[in-house]
């Protein structure tokens, strides 16, 4: 089973600020096959990133993707308010789909 | 709109059996893979299991293989995760959710299954 290991565990930034977070695969993640989503309290998870940089429809380019092999970075431009959430990363490389165990987006 | 709507989730014991069902609507059910995450209260996201478009292929995540059992009926738009000999560790929210292959692009609310004795 692949481990992802996302950090930090908890990020305090403020509206306008860039954020960036991270996840680190146990083994290479062949043909990019990684993807991030978004949970605000109560919510179902939303779809980010997929293909390790490709936008999901309807996601504003302020979001990037960005890496390969076992390291993965998420960017956040400009944060807006409804950003502070808890982001997951997941990888499809192998048959055991796994996930990161979250990173968790405060206000400052 | 898509819709993923789960049911079935109920309070159970050590070592019973529960059947969730998910009915999707909005997108066309028979060319999407679909798949189980479950998510314990306060926790992150462990998926679970995942059926091809046709039903033709699963897999499981080793922590319920052997125990649970995914399904799907492309003629009633309908997803179901039969589980058995349920333990303590599976209480959780089960997502009913949806995507190309590996990763999800549709998910429900789900459904909160609770084992306890």
């Known amino acids: 089973e692949i481990v992802l290991t996302q950090s930090p565990g908890t990020l305090s930034l403020s509206p306008g600020e860039r954020a960036t977070l991270s996840c680190r695969a146990s083994?290479?993640?062949?043909?990019?096959?990684f993807a991030w989503y978004r949970q605000t309290p109560g919510q179902a998870p939303r779809l980010l990133m997929y293909?390790?940089?490709r936008r999901a429809t309807g996601i504003p380019d302020r979001f990037s993707g960005s890496g390969s092999g076992t390291d993965f970075t998420l960017t956040i431009s400009r944060l807006e308010p409804e950003d502070f959430a808890v982001y997951y990363c997941?990888?499809?490389?192998?048959?055991?789909?796994?996930f990161g165990q979250g990173t968790r987006l405060e206000i400052k | 709109e898509v819709q993923l709507v789960e049911s079935g989730g109920d309070l159970v014991q050590p070592g019973g059996s529960l059947r969730l069902s998910c009915v999707a609507s909005?997108?066309?059910?028979?060319?999407?893979?679909m798949h189980w995450v479950r998510q314990a209260p306060g926790k992150g996201l462990v998926w679970v299991s995942r059926?091809?478009?046709?039903?033709?292929?699963?897999n499981y995540a080793d922590s319920v293989k052997g125990r649970f059992t995914i399904s799907r009926d492309n003629a009633r738009n309908t997803l179901y995760l039969q589980m058995t000999s349920l333990r303590v560790e599976d209480t959780a929210v089960y997502h009913c959710?949806?995507?190309?292959?590996?990763?999800?692009?549709?998910w429900g609310l789900g459904a909160l299954v609770t084992v306890s004795s």
């Open positions: 059926v091809k478009t046709d039903g033709s292929y699963t």
């Open positions: 909005g997108f066309t059910f028979s060319t999407y893979w």
């Open positions: 997941q990888q499809y490389s192998s048959s055991s789909l796994t």
């Open positions: 083994q290479s993640i062949n043909n990019n096959y």
């Open positions: 293909d390790a940089s």
């Open positions: 959710a949806a995507g190309p292959s590996g990763y999800v692009t549709y």
